[in-house]
């Protein structure tokens, strides 16, 4: 797996909670352009996972042997900011942007683990 990408979408993953948590703090819900910061990380976040699963089609498997896991969590990443942005559009005030951050924060986190899989960690 490219690390500077894993590392890009996590950083762009934080920007975006701190973007959409600044927002709450201001008592403002999710506006146009915190819904073009979502469509930022989740582009990176698709592009990421062509590029895993064709890595994935040739040879190269995590480290651990745990391809069924990394692949949830592959699975996982990209599905995440669309349900938090759509929660956020049926929640038109601060919370909604609180959804977003948290969304975000989880993302990034879940790109820590995607690197440890691959790395051949087992989180146990």
Known sequence: M???LTVTVGVAALLLAAWCGYAALRDQPVKDWHYIGVAVVLLLTLVQAGIAVA????DERPAGGGTA????????????LPVVAVVA???RSRWGSVTVAAGAVVVAALELR???LWAGGTGG
């Not at 890595?55 to 040739?58: S, Y």
């Not at 949830?72 to 599905?79: I, N, Q």
């Open 114 to 116: 995607l690197a440890d």
């Open 89 to 91: 559009l049926g929640e």
């Open 69 to 80: 896991l990394f692949v949830s969590y592959l699975v996982a990443v990209p599905l995440c």
């Open 2 to 4: 490219l690390t500077p």
């Open 55 to 58: 890595q994935l089609a040739g």
